[in-house]
């Protein structure tokens, strides 16, 4: 039962947004709020206790399309936000992505939210199951550590996936997180999103499996 309401809910808004890209184009990009929809997406995915990889790969497709639109969107914002004479009339040439530093810092917030609840609800359910200990647990990681540990973890799981791109050229999703427990494998899920948001990769789907491949970029 719980499954077909969590499949329900994945159908309605406004999670449907995560596993049909065409809704999107409905809707505008800086009313969506990435962070929260894939909380919610993730808690799904936890209480199946199995990852499928068809909605997750829907997820990351449709994530990464907001996560663009939005970076389109804050080009526009600057280019009207100082206003001087007109020379000509014509657009102004496209350039390479010189505010994905900045427009990442401030996504990354987002991120360090959703998966510090997630992380704590997971962890809250471990402990519930585990025999107590007489051993006391180690404290809680304070906010401004945890933000530290996310943006380490982001930073070794960007490392350790473009390492693995760099030797094999591609790899599906199912065998990058084989090893993984439930809890990791989500990590990824959603680590791979900004990786992805980042123009670093790209995501193919294939199946009910993710391929993940380098980025090229080629020079003008």
Avoid at 12 to 37: F, G, H, M, R, T
Avoid at 38 to 43: I, K, N, V
Avoid at 51 to 72: F, P, T
Avoid at 149 to 172: A, D, Q, T, W, Y
Wanted: contains cysteine; aromatic residues 8%.
């Amino acid at each position: 039962m719980s499954e077909v309401l969590n499949r329900d809910s994945l159908s309605k808004p406004p999670l449907n947004v995560l596993v049909n890209p065409e809704v999107i184009k409905k809707q505008k990009p800086w009313d969506l709020d990435l962070a929260s929809l894939l909380e919610a997406f993730s808690s799904i995915v936890k209480s199946s206790g199995t990852l499928n990889l068809r909605l997750c790969g829907s997820a990351i497709v449709s994530s990464a399309l907001i996560y663009r639109l939005k970076v389109e969107t804050l080009f526009l914002f600057e280019k009207f936000k100082i206003k001087r004479e007109p020379v000509k009339s014509m657009e102004p040439p496209l350039f390479e992505m010189p505010f994905r530093h900045e427009l990442y810092s401030t996504s990354l917030e987002d991120l360090i939210l959703a998966l510090e609840r997630i992380i704590k609800e997971v962890s809250a359910e471990q402990r519930k199951e585990e025999p107590k200990s007489l051993i006391e647990p180690e404290p809680l990681i304070e906010a401004d550590d945890f933000s530290l540990h996310i943006k380490e973890l982001l930073s070794f799981f960007k490392s350790n996936l473009l390492s693995v791109l760099e030797k094999r050229g591609e790899i599906f999703f199912s065998e990058y997180v084989r090893e993984m427990k439930l809890l990791e494998a989500i990590q990824s899920f959603i680590l791979l999103l900004f990786v992805a948001g980042e123009g670093l990769i790209t995501l193919e789907q294939e199946g009910d499996d993710i391929k993940i491949k380098r980025e090229i970029h080629h020079s003008s």
